[in-house]
């Protein structure tokens, strides 16, 4: 089972100021995807990214998929109550056959206005 | 548009009973799995379909089973509940295998066993 490490595992912080959360692993992995999730709801799909390098923009949100497709980062900028929540990392075998996506344990954000 | 939708959303069992967790989807997934999330161990995955008639085991299958009749759903199956499987369980869907191109989530059950 490859595994992802998220850090930190908590995270409390201001209205208005940026953060960055890391999701690393010693596989490589196909593609990578990071979720949000709130309290009593499933995750929310925020992004995917597949290349290695790969970076994507949602909004305030920056995602980067890291050049030997081991790692990943999400960087909050001018962070917003609404963004608290579980932000979890999410990784595709690149083994052949493989059908399953391993999850980080994840990242509890708190932004206080 | 339901997109996942997963019943009960609470529900409370004594050790030894069995019960089902269903779950339905109307986006044509050909993909569909269930997780369980713990405190501190975060998602694992308990089985997966790739499509209709075709099941198999994830991380943590044991004390569970499942079938896949129709593509629409995919209900879980409790044998004899345990204590440690007090968890809250999501089932979600897919287009593609592995989850490339995201999981939709259900909203979740959350099932304590006593």
């Known amino acids: 089972t490859q595994l992802l490490e998220q850090s930190p595992q908590f995270l409390s912080i201001q209205e208005g100021e940026n953060l960055t959360v890391y999701c690393n692993s010693s596989?490589?992995?196909?593609?990578l995807q990071w979720y949000r999730q709130e309290p009593g709801e499933g995750p929310v799909l925020l992004v995917t990214?597949?290349?290695?390098?790969e970076v994507k923009k949602l909004k305030r949100l920056t995602f980067q998929f890291g050049d030997a497709r081991k790692d990943s980062s999400l960087h909050i900028t001018a962070a917003q109550p609404g963004d608290t929540g579980l932000y979890l990392c999410?990784?595709?075998?690149?083994?052949?056959?493989?059908?399953?996506?391993?999850f980080g344990k994840g990242t509890k954000l708190s932004v206080i206005p | 548009n339901a997109g996942v939708t997963q019943t009960p959303k609470f529900q409370v069992l004594k050790t030894g009973q069995s019960m089902t967790l269903q779950c339905a989807q109307d986006?044509?997934?050909?993909?569909m799995s269930w997780y369980r999330q713990d405190p501190g161990m975060g998602l694992r995955l308990i089985h997966y379909?790739?499509?209709?008639?075709?099941?198999d085991q994830g991380e943590v299958p044991n004390g569970y089973n499942v079938s896949r009749s129709t593509t629409e759903d995919f209900p879980l199956r409790l044998l004899s509940a345990a204590p440690s499987q007090t968890s809250v369980y999501f089932c979600?869907?897919?287009?593609?295998?592995?989850?490339?191109?995201?999981?939709?989530f259900g909203s979740g059950t959350r099932l304590t066993v006593v």
């Open positions: 999410a990784g595709e075998d690149s083994g052949a056959g493989s059908y399953q996506l391993t």
């Open positions: 379909s790739v499509g209709a008639g075709i099941t």
């Open positions: 986006m044509n997934h050909e993909y």
């Open positions: 979600a869907s897919s287009y593609q295998a592995g989850g490339r191109g995201g999981y939709t």
């Open positions: 596989s490589v992995f196909s593609s």
């Open positions: 990214v597949v290349t290695g390098g």
